[in-house]
């Protein structure tokens, strides 16, 4: 079984930063074989991608809407991940989840159970 346990959500001013973190575990699970993603779901809205990084932490991908302002990173020896977001703005108010899949799966199978990020104006 593995768990995704997220942590570092909260309430922020527009402008601020916020980092989060997730941390991967299970018995038999090999992190530094997974690629690791970032998405967050908004009240009322479907649950977007925001961010992914491949199992080395050599390759990145971002949504347009948070290029240049998050930055995903891992370390493999922690078996976590994080989410630096800079400049955040109000419409980033979401509930933040991370997620796991094998490097060359096509689809997430393993998800964390989120994390609060409210962004006030």
């Known amino acids: 079984q593995v768990q995704l346990v997220e942590s570092g959500g909260g309430l922020v001013h527009a402008g601020g930063s916020l980092r989060l973190s997730c941390a991967a575990s299970?018995?038999?699970?090999?992190?530094?074989?997974?690629?690791m993603g970032w998405f967050r779901q908004a009240p009322g809205k479907e649950r977007e991608f925001v961010a992914t990084?491949?199992?080395?932490?050599?390759?990145?991908s971002y949504a347009d809407s948070v290029k240049g302002r998050f930055t995903i990173s891992r370390d493999n020896a922690k078996n976590t991940i994080y989410l630096q977001m800079n400049s955040l703005k109000p419409e980033d108010t979401a509930v933040y989840y991370c997620?796991?899949?094998?490097?060359?799966?096509?689809?997430?199978?393993?998800w964390g159970q989120g994390t609060q990020v409210t962004v006030s104006s």
């Open positions: 997620a796991a899949k094998p490097q060359l799966f096509p689809t997430y199978n393993y």
């Open positions: 990084i491949n199992w080395s932490g050599g390759v990145t």
């Open positions: 299970g018995r038999t699970f090999d992190f530094s074989s997974y690629a």
